[in-house]
């Protein structure tokens, strides 16, 4: 018999009669061995990191057993989503409670009742030969309280991933494995690892104080903290065990190496956001508590012939000019091992699903076939813009198939039907030239967003009504742009309202669209804004959206050990005198450091853009959506921005720019970016 510790609810532990034991550790030792790594020397052995968590679909807080005795079932699981992923391409995540509910009338043993990777877990996956979504009906984790109340015929099998065979093996770490050295048990758990497969680790305490340890040890140490299992597990006596998913190591610091382990006790209160924690790779892999500590097997499963069915790209999107047609076309690709039908058909409507009313300006050829495995067919998409308005409309292409994993596909298509000439001031900005906030530069362009080009024509600036200046626009050919400034102009009364018109009358043809031809700008005396920014020891990535009155770096930055910025002429980091409101800076302390800017509140700005990256800044006070950057050519901006997190080391990415924070942004051509 098999008990699960109820004693703790968050922290259950196995311990297995010695029967039962006997029969784990004998499925151990009969599993086939994993290749064994070359025998190197530590010395030798090459250091590095691997992580194979990117392949592994899970919510830390929901990736919790509670007071269920199930640890080695999501070890397992674990495992198989694993190589499903690896092996597939399907990341998707897989039931627990589909073997915690149907495994005893298979292999006979209870629910939330402990168990083991090469005993009970193959023995139930080897009999059902599949495993199912989380998703499916039923198939949540649902005995985080140990109730076993879920009847297996509740739980839905349709849709599932077949597995044509499944196979624990044990990776040789243990003196009677015909390991001599710790290094050799390294050497084969990281070349199991490195070859794209989860290692299931289980371990054995010798007694309640040493369980209560590593409890205490996952409640109160955070993830960057390494664990010493060899003083936890070592002892003359066994008190219980717990299975754990090893998901990567790093050994690149010689003096901390560490396998990366993930458990199935949620998150800790937020201590584990990620659900991780780390064990010292210099350990005994010999170690006794009775019988040996540690355990290190994986999975050798494969998945069963079906088709899968692939497209690219996942969505289409062109423009096309008034009553012409343009052409776009996407690759269906049979990635299973059993034929693929399908079939291709089109809809306007909101919630696309098949049977939908045709789209009548869609067309695609061919609209169905039959293809065998690895065979690739395209298929040519037809947009017809006759008799359609200017502007942009959306569709839907919906592709069935006969594969049981994803037996629709829908492919978003959005097409921009373009008037053959439409110009349209793009941008229109009021920059200020001093610290008083009392003068500004008007800054403008003008953009052909049709598909034919303009002919020369006149843009005119008005000030509270008054015109103030005409610029002759020569022909633009379509996406060119015509960009100009105006002043300086002394603010009146606080307040000045700007207006830009192109005057397209008996002068541009064909103008497909006067709707857009002009476009207006409220400029009121800027705001005196204050900014703190709390800089943290290491490399800060920042922005200060100000008009200084002494802007130098020395006076903005007085603690800073360096600061840099990008310059993307010369594509190197160069060091700046002056701190700019529209430029971000990495800026490098020792330790937290506060500082505080008082200036003139810089609301908007627009850089001239070369092709390739920029380190920009967002503007005073407001998230700027960054999704649709405003940019003269459109599209010139991808829209997207990275920033650097400094606590995971690493660069997220955003669609969102936020004040006082440095981006990263790319340009594809020389264009016009208005932050406003």
């Not at 010689?254 to 006790?265: G, I, Q, R």
């Amino acid at each position: 018999m098999v008990e699960a510790d109820a004693g703790q609810e968050y922290f259950p532990a196995m311990h297995p009669d010695d029967e039962t034991l006997e029969r784990w550790l004998r499925s151990y030792d009969l599993a086939p061995m994993a290749t064994a790594a070359p025998q190197v020397t530590m010395s030798d052995a090459p250091a590095g990191s691997l992580d194979l968590l990117s392949h592994l679909s899970y919510v830390p807080s929901e990736r919790s057993q509670g007071s269920c005795g199930n640890c080695w079932a999501w070890a397992g699981t674990g495992c198989m989503e694993i190589a499903l992923d690896v092996q597939t391409g399907i990341y998707d995540r897989l039931s627990v409670q589909y073997i915690n509910s149907c495994q005893y009338p298979i292999t006979g043993n209870p629910c939330c009742d402990g168990g083991w990777l090469s005993y009970d877990f193959v023995g139930f996956y080897d009999a059902t030969r599949m495993c199912i979504p989380w998703s499916n009906t039923n198939a949540s984790w649902q005995d985080r309280n140990a109730g076993c109340n879920v009847a297996c015929g509740t739980i839905a099998t349709e849709p599932y991933y077949p597995i044509g065979d499944i196979a624990a093996v044990t990776v040789p770490t243990h003196a009677s494995e015909g390991v001599l050295s710790d290094e050799a048990a390294i050497a084969n758990i990281k070349s199991v690892l490195d070859s794209g497969r989860a290692v299931w680790f289980a371990f054995f305490v010798s007694s309640t104080s040493a369980w209560s340890q590593f409890t205490s040890f996952w409640l109160t140490k955070g993830e960057e903290v390494v664990c010493d299992l060899d003083a936890i597990c070592s002892g003359t006596g066994r008190w219980g065990g717990h299975a754990v998913l090893c998901v990567g190591y790093d050994d690149s610091d010689p003096d901390n190496p560490y396998w990366v382990m993930l458990n199935s006790w949620g998150t800790a209160g937020g201590v584990r956001p990620n659900g991780l924690f780390r064990v010292d790779m210099d350990m005994d892999y010999d170690t006794t508590c009775l019988t040996y500590a540690f355990y290190w097997q994986t999975l050798d499963v494969s998945f069963g012939i079906q088709p899968r069915i692939g497209v690219s790209p996942t969505s289409l999107s062109c423009s096309v000019l008034q009553n012409r047609t343009e052409q776009m076309s996407f690759a269906i690709e049979n990635r299973g091992d059993a034929e693929l039908t399908f079939t291709v058909a089109d809809t306007e409507s909101d919630t696309p699903a098949p049977g939908d009313q045709d789209c009548p300006w869609l067309s695609e050829s061919p609209d169905g076939g039959t293809m065998m495995p690895a065979e690739e067919e395209h298929v040519v998409v037809t947009v017809d813009a006759s008799g359609l308005a200017a502007g942009n409309r959306e569709a839907s292409i919906l592709i069935c198939s006969n594969d049981p994993t994803s037996s629709t596909v829908t492919l978003p298509v959005t097409v921009t039907v373009r008037p053959a000439a439409d110009l349209a001031p793009a941008i229109l900005c009021a920059e200020w030239q001093n610290g008083e906030g009392d003068t500004y530069i008007v800054r403008f362009a003008i953009v052909n967003e049709g598909g034919e080009t303009a002919e020369a024509s006149v843009a005119r600036l008005f000030i509270d009504g008054a015109e103030v200046a005409s610029y002759d626009v020569p022909a633009l050919d379509p996406d060119g742009v015509y960009a100009n400034t105006y002043g300086p102009v002394l603010l009146s009364d606080g307040q000045d309202e700007l207006t830009l018109q192109v005057d397209t009358e008996d002068d541009v043809s064909p103008e497909g669209n006067e709707s857009n031809n002009a476009l207006l700008q409220s400029v009121g005396t800027p705001e005196t804004g204050h900014i703190e920014l709390v800089l943290a020891p290491g490399w800060n990535m920042v922005s200060v959206p100000l008009r200084l009155t002494d802007p130098t770096t020395a006076a903005v930055f007085p603690a800073a050990e360096a600061v840099y910025t990008w310059n993307p002429a010369s594509k190197s980091y160069v060091v700046p005198s002056v701190i700019q409101p529209d430029r971000a800076y990495w800026v490098a302390v020792l330790e937290e450091t506060p500082v505080a800017v008082e200036g003139l509140a810089v609301t908007e700005y627009v850089s001239d853009l070369d092709p390739g990256w920029h380190m920009l800044g967002s503007v005073f006070g407001a998230t700027v959506m960054f999704e649709d950057p405003q940019d003269a050519p459109a599209d010139s901006v991808e829209g997207f921005a990275y920033r650097w997190n400094l606590s995971s080391r690493a660069y997220d990415l955003c669609s969102a720019l936020e004040s006082g924070s440095g981006y990263w942004i790319a340009a594809s051509e020389e264009c016009l970016l208005e932050i406003s």
